[in-house]
């Protein structure tokens, strides 16, 4: 039977079980039948959205190498296999966007040119902050860490990181502006940070 003769909610149902067999026993042939499946998907839809052939492959490998490695993030529960894959294309695609125009500045606009190489003085004080920095973040509690982690080291986007560990955004952000209170607490009298 192909996916195509199957009703909507046997089909959610069928993703569902290849998603927990690749994040169980990293099944290759669960994942190969998805991504059969939903890569050209994918594809089509980020073209209709006016990606070239290019960058589209690159963000439909992207999400299919999430699929591969955080397949266990997925909750069937809170969202058929489908819309998981479409939301993390679509906040890798606005990510694409966002490089892009960052790209545009001109590095010869005078605002942006470096006057004078730091000093052996500033250079010892940026080393001293960053080992401040690296031993507070150390007392930040585990699981704010790890959304602090997947947001400011792995890049992704508080609405990515809801979606793969299934937190309410709101739980999110608060969790995070937590990690930045406890930062701030830990430098204690040190050069503040800014969220």
């Not at 839809?45 to 266990?72: C, D, S, Y």
Request: proline residues 4%.
């Amino acid at each position: 039977m192909t996916d195509e003769m199957l009703s909507d909610g046997d089909q959610k149902d069928r993703f569902a079980a290849l998603a927990k067999a690749v994040a169980d026993r990293r099944d290759q042939l669960a994942f190969r039948q998805l991504f059969d499946h939903f890569a050209p998907r994918l594809n089509y839809w980020l073209h209709r959205r006016g990606l070239p052939n290019e960058e589209a492959e690159e963000i439909v490998q992207e999400v299919m190498t999430v699929l591969w490695h955080r397949a266990g993030l997925y909750d069937s529960s809170r969202s058929s296999l489908s819309t998981w894959l479409f939301r993390i294309a679509r906040n890798r695609h606005i990510d694409l966007q966002r490089r892009q125009r960052t790209r545009m500045i001109d590095g010869k606009e005078p605002l942006l040119q470096i006057d004078d190489v730091p000093g052996m003085e500033t250079m010892l004080e940026s080393e001293e902050r960053e080992a401040k920095v690296r031993e507070a973040l150390t007392r930040i509690p585990g699981e704010q860490m790890e959304l602090v982690r997947a947001s400011f080291f792995l890049g992704y986007s508080h609405g990515e990181i809801a979606a793969c560990t299934g937190l309410p955004l709101g739980t999110v952000k608060s969790r995070i502006r937590l990690a930045f209170e406890h930062l701030r607490k830990a430098l204690d009298g040190h050069d503040r940070l800014s969220p």
